[in-house]
Nanobody
Framework: QVELTESGGGSVQAGGSLTLSCVVS???????????MAWFRQTPGKEREGVAH???????FYADFVDGRFSISRDDAKFTSYLLMTSLKHEDTAVYYC?????????????????WGQGTQVTVSV
């Protein structure tokens, strides 16, 4: 059974930084290396939206609102994906989820992913 476990969320002041981690279990390193990984976020009453995607080859895609502030990376030897978030804004407050098993061609589309973590809360205060 494939599981994703996020960590690293917390409370930070606007302008601060956080690094989120997503550990994958239940896949071999070989299988993980064949899958893209992504980060999404969701606030109450809103749809879950794509934040960043990293392909099996390391190509990255970001939502427009990231505007150069976030960086996604992966270390397959550690079965981990990271999301470095800098210059955080109050509107970045959300539950952040990681996802894998990318099924299609739209890197930031929620329905293109088959496996999800439980999420980690990020709160940015003004």
């Amino acid at each position: 059974q494939v599981e994703l476990t996020e960590s690293g969320g917390g409370s930070v002041q606007a302008g601060g930084s956080l690094t989120l981690s997503c550990v994958v279990s239940g896949l071999t390193q070989y299988s993980l290396g064949k899958n893209s990984m992504a980060w999404f976020r969701q606030t109450p009453g809103k749809e879950r939206e794509g934040v960043a995607h990293i392909s099996k080859n390391g190509a990255t895609f970001y939502a427009d609102f990231v505007d150069g502030r976030f960086s996604i990376s992966r270390d397959d030897a550690k079965f981990t994906s990271y999301l470095l978030m800098t210059s955080l804004k109050h509107e970045d407050t959300a539950v952040y989820y990681c996802a894998t098993v990318f099924k299609g061609s739209r890197p930031l589309a929620r329905d293109e992913y088959g496996i999800w973590g439980q999420g980690t809360q990020v709160t940015v205060s003004v």
